[in-house]
């Protein structure tokens, strides 16, 4: 280790991990190709687009803005972090079922703004789950379809 790295100890899914980074790396780059966990994805690296939202001590943040090196002992949960045992968290299930994927690129990201609303408002209006999203840019225009999977994932208690 030199004066441009860091040793850090994060929990990343449910398992600790212990990573020397760069100090100007980012948390997306350390997800990607440090972790292999490419579901956040680099719409834009500069924070506008959504595309690499995961959960950081359970609310929302874009991984492209977050320094790895400041994540010493922080909690992170990825789009591959939901669901067990192979099956899908109810959200990923209500976005299949109500065909809010489109191309995907960006469905990680709404997922994970999405899931952060819900763990902390399991009833949310249209207006409020159109708010929470708001920082998720989708090019193919999906919204529609997302606000539906969000509230029928709401109505359904969090069961599909």
Request: aromatic share 4%; net charge positive.
């Amino acid at each position: 280790m030199d004066k441009f790295t860091s040793i850090i100890n994060i929990n990343v899914n449910g398992k600790m991990r212990t990573l020397e980074v760069q100090n100007n790396w980012t948390l997306l780059k350390v997800l990607r190709d440090e972790l292999g966990l490419i579901g956040s994805k680099c719409g834009c690296d500069k924070g506008q687009c959504g595309a690499c939202t995961v959960l950081l001590n359970d609310k929302p943040v874009l991984s492209c803005l977050v320094l790895a090196a400041s994540l010493n002992a922080q909690e992170v949960i990825t789009i591959e972090g939901l669901g067990t045992g192979g099956n899908l968290h109810p959200l990923q299930e209500a976005f299949v079922k109500r065909h809010a994927l489109q191309c995907g690129y960006c469905t990680p990201g709404m997922i994970m703004s999405a899931k952060a609303l819900l763990d902390k408002n399991p009833s949310p209006s249209e207006a409020e789950i159109k708010y929470s999203l708001r920082g998720n840019l989708c090019r193919c225009g999906s919204y529609p379809k997302v606000v539906q999977a969000v509230q029928d994932t709401a109505k359904s208690g969090g069961k599909q």
